[in-house]
């Protein structure tokens, strides 16, 4: 009887050469870029100091009643355009991530076509969509809204088109069998399945866009990020201390909400 320790499979996955030469090349170049890139200790030890010095500054925040009735009229604007831009984003995902579905969208073949728009919206970075729409509209809310729709565009569309072709094809193929068309597939065997992970995404993506919004005021785009920016330019750090607490709180509060609206939807 041959040893039971001989005859177990081997439980390491077998490396062949060009595995082998590739997890090198890799490490080589994670190595590179830690010595290119990295901070270094003696760098962390030097930015002590100054990092103190800052905080130091920034301490304690400005309370005065004009600061901060400035802080909550920008606070509104960034709510304003970061709901408008989810909403008119997750609205206008809605059809584009049913033509980029694969194996569901009407378009055949020409849906990857869609799916590369959506792929181009999303690996564009907010900062550069607000620097163009600012370009394009101008300084204020309206190019942070912009950017906001294209950014959800890019989240939403991709998870919503995953979400349909990943629902249930039984009832698309009775559906399909008696004739009904692919709008009423979408609406009566697509949807009601997918309707809990795209729900999901789209709060995901309302909480994505508070985050997105409170920074592109830093390119002009409107919103609190715009009066961060200009506490730093003009070295008002405690105004800056202020507005940053602001935000803090308002990132807590919007995942706490969000939370607990996916905690209802389970």
Same mark, same amino acid.
């Given at each position: 009887?041959?040893?039971?320790?001989?005859?177990?499979?081997?439980?390491?996955?077998?490396?062949?050469?060009?595995?082998?030469?590739?997890?090198?090349?890799?490490?080589?170049?994670?190595?590179?870029?830690?010595?290119?890139?990295?901070?270094?200790?003696?760098?962390?030890?030097?930015?002590?100091?100054?990092?103190?010095?800052?905080?130091?500054? $920034?301490?304690?925040?400005?309370?005065?009643?004009?600061?901060?009735?400035?802080?909550?009229?920008?606070?509104?604007?960034?709510?304003?355009?970061?709901?408008?831009?989810?909403?008119?984003?997750?609205?206008?995902?809605?059809?584009?991530?049913?033509?980029?579905?694969?194996?569901?969208?009407?378009?055949?073949?020409?849906?990857?076509?869609?799916?590369?728009?959506?792929?181009?919206?999303?690996?564009?970075?907010?900062?550069?969509?607000?620097?163009?729409?600012?370009?394009?509209?101008?300084?204020?809310?309206?190019?942070?809204?912009?950017?906001?729709?294209?950014?959800?565009?890019?989240?939403?569309?991709?998870?919503?088109?995953?979400?349909?072709?990943?629902?249930?094809?039984?009832?698309?193929?009775?559906?399909?069998?008696?004739?009904?068309?692919?709008?009423?597939?979408?609406?009566?065997?697509?949807?009601?399945?997918?309707?809990?992970? $795209?729900?999901?995404?789209?709060?995901?993506?309302?909480?994505?866009?508070?985050?997105?919004?409170?920074?592109?005021?830093?390119?002009?785009?409107?919103?609190?990020?715009?009066?961060?920016?200009?506490?730093?330019?003009?070295?008002?750090?405690?105004?800056?201390?202020?507005?940053?607490?602001?935000?803090?709180?308002?990132?807590?509060? $919007?995942?706490?909400?969000?939370?607990?609206?996916?905690?209802?939807?389970?």
């Amino acid at each position: 009887m041959p040893d039971a320790a001989h005859s177990l499979p081997s439980r390491r996955p077998r490396l062949t050469p060009l595995a082998f030469i590739l997890y090198v090349t890799l490490g080589a170049v994670l190595i590179a870029s830690i010595n290119d890139v990295a901070p270094s200790v003696s760098q962390l030890v030097d930015g002590v100091p100054g990092m103190v010095s800052l905080l130091d500054r $920034m301490t304690p925040p400005n309370l005065e009643p004009a600061f901060l009735q400035r802080v909550g009229l920008r606070i509104v604007e960034t709510f304003q355009i970061a709901l408008v831009g989810a909403a008119i984003g997750i609205v206008l995902s809605l059809p584009l991530g049913w033509l980029a579905a694969r194996g569901v969208s009407p378009l055949g073949r020409f849906g990857y076509g869609v799916k590369a728009f959506i792929s181009l919206l999303r690996t564009v970075p907010d900062l550069v969509w607000a620097l163009l729409f600012v370009a394009t509209v101008g300084l204020g809310a309206v190019a942070g809204t912009m950017t906001i729709v294209v950014d959800t565009i890019g989240f939403c569309g991709r998870f919503f088109s995953e979400a349909m072709e990943d629902a249930d094809k039984e009832p698309q193929d009775a559906l399909s069998a008696i004739g009904a068309n692919r709008v009423s597939i979408l609406t009566g065997a697509i949807l009601p399945h997918a309707a809990p992970s $795209m729900i999901n995404s789209s709060l995901f993506a309302l909480e994505k866009a508070i985050r997105s919004s409170v920074i592109l005021g830093l390119v002009g785009a409107g919103g609190i990020g715009q009066e961060l920016k200009v506490a730093f330019d003009l070295f008002q750090y405690r105004n800056a201390c202020t507005i940053i607490l602001v935000i803090f709180a308002i990132v807590l509060i $919007m995942e706490y909400i969000t939370d607990r609206m996916r905690a209802r939807l389970e």
